[in-house]
Protein backbone atom coordinates (compact mmCIF):
# COMPACT_ATOMS: atom_id res chain seq x y z
CA UNK A 1 0.00 0.00 0.00
CA UNK A 2 1.16 3.67 -0.59
CA UNK A 3 1.13 6.49 1.59
CA UNK A 4 0.88 9.90 0.39
CA UNK A 5 0.93 12.37 3.30
CA UNK A 6 0.04 15.87 2.40
CA UNK A 7 2.12 18.31 3.79
CA UNK A 8 0.18 21.44 3.19
CA UNK A 9 -3.41 22.36 4.05
CA UNK A 10 -5.47 24.48 2.39
CA UNK A 11 -6.02 28.03 3.89
CA UNK A 12 -9.77 29.35 4.67
CA UNK A 13 -10.56 32.99 5.05
CA UNK A 14 -14.03 34.16 6.19
CA UNK A 15 -15.97 36.46 5.67
CA UNK A 16 -15.84 39.49 3.37
CA UNK A 17 -12.71 39.73 1.13
CA UNK A 18 -10.96 42.72 -0.24
CA UNK A 19 -8.55 42.36 -3.55
CA UNK A 20 -5.51 44.00 -3.21
CA UNK A 21 -3.51 44.22 -6.35
CA UNK A 22 0.07 45.85 -7.22
CA UNK A 23 3.05 45.24 -9.39
CA UNK A 24 6.54 44.88 -8.07
CA UNK A 25 9.19 47.38 -9.82
CA UNK A 26 13.46 47.36 -9.27
CA UNK A 27 13.51 50.89 -8.14
CA UNK A 28 16.30 52.02 -10.31
CA UNK A 29 15.71 49.61 -13.20
CA UNK A 30 12.40 49.83 -13.39
CA UNK A 31 11.95 46.15 -14.14
CA UNK A 32 9.34 44.15 -12.90
CA UNK A 33 10.73 41.67 -10.33
CA UNK A 34 9.69 38.16 -10.86
CA UNK A 35 8.38 35.62 -7.53
CA UNK A 36 8.82 37.47 -4.88
CA UNK A 37 7.08 36.98 -1.79
CA UNK A 38 4.24 39.29 -0.43
CA UNK A 39 1.95 38.62 2.21
CA UNK A 40 0.66 39.32 5.82
CA UNK A 41 3.41 38.63 8.32
CA UNK A 42 2.54 35.41 10.23
CA UNK A 43 -1.24 35.42 9.20
CA UNK A 44 -1.44 32.92 6.21
CA UNK A 45 -2.92 35.49 3.78
CA UNK A 46 0.00 35.86 0.82
CA UNK A 47 1.09 35.19 -2.48
CA UNK A 48 4.10 35.46 -5.29
CA UNK A 49 4.75 38.18 -7.57
CA UNK A 50 4.17 36.60 -11.15
CA UNK A 51 6.47 36.43 -14.14
CA UNK A 52 5.89 39.96 -14.53
CA UNK A 53 5.50 42.00 -10.95
CA UNK A 54 2.03 41.38 -10.74
CA UNK A 55 0.53 40.20 -7.00
CA UNK A 56 -3.26 40.07 -6.32
CA UNK A 57 -4.57 38.36 -3.14
CA UNK A 58 -7.40 38.88 -0.72
CA UNK A 59 -7.81 40.63 2.73
CA UNK A 60 -10.60 38.78 5.24
CA UNK A 61 -12.59 40.99 7.81
CA UNK A 62 -10.29 39.50 10.02
CA UNK A 63 -6.90 41.51 9.00
CA UNK A 64 -6.34 44.19 10.69
CA UNK A 65 -4.95 47.75 9.75
CA UNK A 66 -2.18 47.34 12.22
CA UNK A 67 -1.10 43.77 10.62
CA UNK A 68 2.40 44.38 8.84
CA UNK A 69 2.67 43.31 4.88
CA UNK A 70 5.73 41.89 3.94
CA UNK A 71 7.56 41.83 0.58
CA UNK A 72 10.37 39.87 0.38
CA UNK A 73 12.98 39.25 -2.79
CA UNK A 74 16.40 37.49 -2.20
CA UNK A 75 18.95 40.29 -3.70
CA UNK A 76 16.35 43.28 -2.44
CA UNK A 77 15.52 44.64 1.17
CA UNK A 78 12.46 43.69 2.72
CA UNK A 79 9.80 46.51 2.57
CA UNK A 80 7.84 46.17 5.46
CA UNK A 81 3.93 48.41 5.79
CA UNK A 82 1.01 48.99 7.72
CA UNK A 83 -2.02 47.00 6.25
CA UNK A 84 -3.77 50.74 6.13
CA UNK A 85 -0.60 52.53 4.76
CA UNK A 86 0.03 49.88 2.36
CA UNK A 87 -4.06 49.78 1.49
CA UNK A 88 -3.34 53.64 1.33
CA UNK A 89 -0.15 53.42 -1.35
CA UNK A 90 -2.47 51.02 -3.70
CA UNK A 91 -4.85 53.30 -3.80
CA UNK A 92 -3.02 55.69 -5.31
CA UNK A 93 -0.37 53.93 -6.97
CA UNK A 94 -0.31 50.56 -7.98
CA UNK A 95 3.34 50.42 -8.16
CA UNK A 96 5.64 49.09 -5.50
CA UNK A 97 9.54 49.32 -5.35
CA UNK A 98 12.16 47.56 -4.03
CA UNK A 99 15.71 48.71 -3.45
CA UNK A 100 18.43 46.16 -4.56
CA UNK A 101 20.46 45.06 -1.33
CA UNK A 102 24.53 45.98 -1.63
CA UNK A 103 26.55 44.03 0.37
CA UNK A 104 29.26 44.70 2.76
CA UNK A 105 32.47 43.55 2.10
CA UNK A 106 32.47 41.96 5.45
CA UNK A 107 29.54 40.01 4.31
CA UNK A 108 31.35 38.11 1.92
CA UNK A 109 32.94 34.97 3.03
CA UNK A 110 35.39 32.67 0.71
CA UNK A 111 35.02 30.00 1.91
CA UNK A 112 38.11 27.34 1.45
CA UNK A 113 36.87 24.42 -0.20
CA UNK A 114 37.71 21.50 2.07
CA UNK A 115 38.88 17.78 0.80
CA UNK A 116 36.02 15.52 2.27
CA UNK A 117 32.63 15.28 0.52
CA UNK A 118 29.77 13.55 2.11
CA UNK A 119 25.66 12.94 1.54
CA UNK A 120 23.07 13.82 4.22
CA UNK A 121 19.61 13.72 3.83
CA UNK A 122 17.00 11.06 2.96
CA UNK A 123 18.81 9.37 0.03
CA UNK A 124 16.72 6.57 -0.28
CA UNK A 125 14.31 6.85 -3.23
CA UNK A 126 10.63 5.11 -1.24
CA UNK A 127 8.14 4.51 -3.22
CA UNK A 128 5.64 3.99 -0.75
CA UNK A 129 5.82 7.03 1.71
CA UNK A 130 5.14 10.47 -0.20
CA UNK A 131 4.37 13.93 0.20
CA UNK A 132 3.07 16.47 -1.76
CA UNK A 133 2.07 20.09 -2.00
CA UNK A 134 -1.75 20.12 -1.30
CA UNK A 135 -2.86 23.59 -3.22
CA UNK A 136 -2.24 25.98 -5.07
CA UNK A 137 -1.13 28.90 -2.20
CA UNK A 138 1.71 30.59 -3.60
CA UNK A 139 4.73 30.60 -1.25
CA UNK A 140 3.95 27.34 -0.24
CA UNK A 141 7.32 25.53 1.38
CA UNK A 142 8.13 21.65 1.73
CA UNK A 143 11.36 21.77 3.89
CA UNK A 144 13.45 19.03 5.27
CA UNK A 145 16.58 19.98 8.21
CA UNK A 146 20.01 18.36 7.13
CA UNK A 147 22.05 17.58 10.28
CA UNK A 148 26.12 17.75 9.97
CA UNK A 149 28.47 18.32 12.85
CA UNK A 150 29.34 22.09 13.67
CA UNK A 151 32.33 23.61 11.68
CA UNK A 152 32.54 25.34 8.64
CA UNK A 153 30.95 23.41 5.40
CA UNK A 154 29.94 24.01 1.92
CA UNK A 155 26.77 22.99 0.46
CA UNK A 156 28.52 21.79 -3.17
CA UNK A 157 24.94 20.05 -4.55
CA UNK A 158 21.03 19.49 -3.86
CA UNK A 159 19.53 15.94 -4.90
CA UNK A 160 15.49 16.00 -4.90
CA UNK A 161 13.94 12.12 -5.42
CA UNK A 162 10.03 12.70 -7.12
CA UNK A 163 8.29 9.24 -7.20
CA UNK A 164 5.18 10.41 -9.28
CA UNK A 165 5.00 13.62 -12.05
CA UNK A 166 1.90 14.14 -14.61
CA UNK A 167 2.88 17.39 -15.45
CA UNK A 168 4.53 17.90 -18.53
CA UNK A 169 7.65 19.92 -16.29
CA UNK A 170 7.94 21.60 -13.17
CA UNK A 171 8.72 24.80 -11.32
CA UNK A 172 9.66 25.66 -7.90
CA UNK A 173 12.14 27.77 -5.84
CA UNK A 174 14.66 26.08 -4.22
CA UNK A 175 15.81 28.06 -0.67
CA UNK A 176 18.37 27.35 1.54
CA UNK A 177 17.89 28.23 5.13
CA UNK A 178 20.38 28.72 8.73
CA UNK A 179 18.42 26.64 11.29
CA UNK A 180 17.56 28.30 14.54
CA UNK A 181 18.36 25.48 17.10
CA UNK A 182 16.64 27.54 19.70
CA UNK A 183 13.36 28.18 18.07
CA UNK A 184 14.04 24.93 16.21
CA UNK A 185 13.01 26.51 12.72
CA UNK A 186 14.24 27.75 9.44
CA UNK A 187 15.70 31.11 10.25
CA UNK A 188 17.97 33.38 7.50
CA UNK A 189 18.20 32.62 3.91
CA UNK A 190 21.85 32.02 2.80
CA UNK A 191 21.28 31.87 -0.89
CA UNK A 192 23.21 35.07 -2.50
CA UNK A 193 20.44 34.91 -5.50
CA UNK A 194 17.37 33.06 -6.21
CA UNK A 195 17.41 29.62 -7.78
CA UNK A 196 15.15 28.29 -9.83
CA UNK A 197 14.75 24.61 -10.58
CA UNK A 198 13.06 23.34 -14.07
CA UNK A 199 12.61 20.13 -15.24
CA UNK A 200 10.85 17.95 -17.74
CA UNK A 201 8.53 15.10 -17.00
CA UNK A 202 10.92 12.71 -18.41
CA UNK A 203 13.71 13.87 -15.98
CA UNK A 204 11.73 13.93 -12.62
CA UNK A 205 12.08 9.79 -13.39
CA UNK A 206 15.38 10.18 -12.25
CA UNK A 207 16.97 12.01 -8.87
CA UNK A 208 17.07 15.50 -9.64
CA UNK A 209 20.81 17.37 -8.98
CA UNK A 210 20.88 21.04 -8.33
CA UNK A 211 24.74 22.25 -8.61
CA UNK A 212 24.87 24.96 -6.12
CA UNK A 213 28.81 25.18 -6.36
CA UNK A 214 29.51 28.23 -7.85
CA UNK A 215 27.18 30.09 -4.94
CA UNK A 216 29.78 30.10 -1.94
CA UNK A 217 27.27 28.87 0.43
CA UNK A 218 28.63 28.26 3.97
CA UNK A 219 26.65 26.60 6.80
CA UNK A 220 28.38 25.97 10.40
CA UNK A 221 25.81 23.32 11.30
CA UNK A 222 22.34 22.04 10.46
CA UNK A 223 20.68 24.13 7.52
CA UNK A 224 17.36 23.51 5.68
CA UNK A 225 16.46 23.27 2.28
CA UNK A 226 13.20 24.04 1.32
CA UNK A 227 11.09 23.73 -2.37
CA UNK A 228 8.93 26.52 -2.98
CA UNK A 229 5.42 26.71 -4.95
CA UNK A 230 6.33 30.24 -6.71
CA UNK A 231 4.23 29.04 -10.12
CA UNK A 232 0.55 27.49 -10.67
CA UNK A 233 1.52 24.72 -12.98
CA UNK A 234 -2.01 24.07 -13.99
CA UNK A 235 -3.84 20.63 -14.15
CA UNK A 236 -1.79 17.34 -12.34
CA UNK A 237 -0.05 15.81 -9.85
CA UNK A 238 3.33 15.53 -8.31
CA UNK A 239 4.76 13.04 -5.00
CA UNK A 240 7.97 13.35 -3.34
CA UNK A 241 9.70 10.58 -1.76
CA UNK A 242 9.46 11.56 1.78
CA UNK A 243 10.70 8.73 4.48
CA UNK A 244 9.75 8.62 8.76
CA UNK A 245 11.57 9.41 11.35
CA UNK A 246 14.81 10.28 9.17
CA UNK A 247 14.63 13.35 8.59
CA UNK A 248 12.56 16.63 10.02
CA UNK A 249 10.53 18.32 8.13
CA UNK A 250 8.89 21.59 8.04
CA UNK A 251 5.74 23.57 6.12
CA UNK A 252 5.14 27.29 5.46
CA UNK A 253 1.74 27.34 4.06
CA UNK A 254 1.61 30.65 1.87
CA UNK A 255 4.13 33.38 1.51
CA UNK A 256 4.92 35.33 4.73
CA UNK A 257 3.27 32.88 7.31
CA UNK A 258 5.22 31.52 9.94
CA UNK A 259 7.14 28.00 9.96
CA UNK A 260 5.29 24.95 11.48
CA UNK A 261 6.95 21.59 12.01
CA UNK A 262 5.53 18.64 9.31
CA UNK A 263 2.93 16.25 10.55
CA UNK A 264 3.86 12.56 10.88
CA UNK A 265 7.49 13.23 11.67
CA UNK A 266 8.33 12.76 8.00
CA UNK A 267 11.07 14.37 5.43
CA UNK A 268 10.90 15.06 1.92
CA UNK A 269 13.20 13.09 0.06
CA UNK A 270 15.84 15.76 -0.15
CA UNK A 271 19.23 15.38 0.49
CA UNK A 272 22.67 17.45 -0.15
CA UNK A 273 26.52 17.00 -1.12
CA UNK A 274 28.64 18.79 1.45
CA UNK A 275 32.08 19.45 1.68
CA UNK A 276 33.84 20.22 4.61
CA UNK A 277 38.26 19.52 6.13
CA UNK A 278 38.81 16.68 8.01
Known amino acids: MKIILLAFFPVFLFGQNTEIMGKLIDSKRKSEIAYANIGI ?6 TVTDDQGIFKFNLSEKIKDTDTVM ?4 GYE ?13 SKNKVITLESRSYNLSE ?3 IPKGNTTELVGNEKRNEKVGVSFANNNMGHEMAVLLKIKERPTSVEKIYINITKCTFDSIFYRLNV ?10 AKNLLPEPVYINFTKSETEKTLVIDL ?6 VQGDFVVSLELIK ?11 SFFQSKGFIRRISQDKWEVAPFKIGAGIYAEIRYDE
Open 41 to 46: LNKSVG
Open 71 to 74: ISMI
Open 78 to 90: NRLFEVAKFRKIL
Open 108 to 110: ITV
Open 177 to 186: YEYDKKKKLP
Open 213 to 218: SDLNIL
Open 232 to 242: DLGEGDINFSA
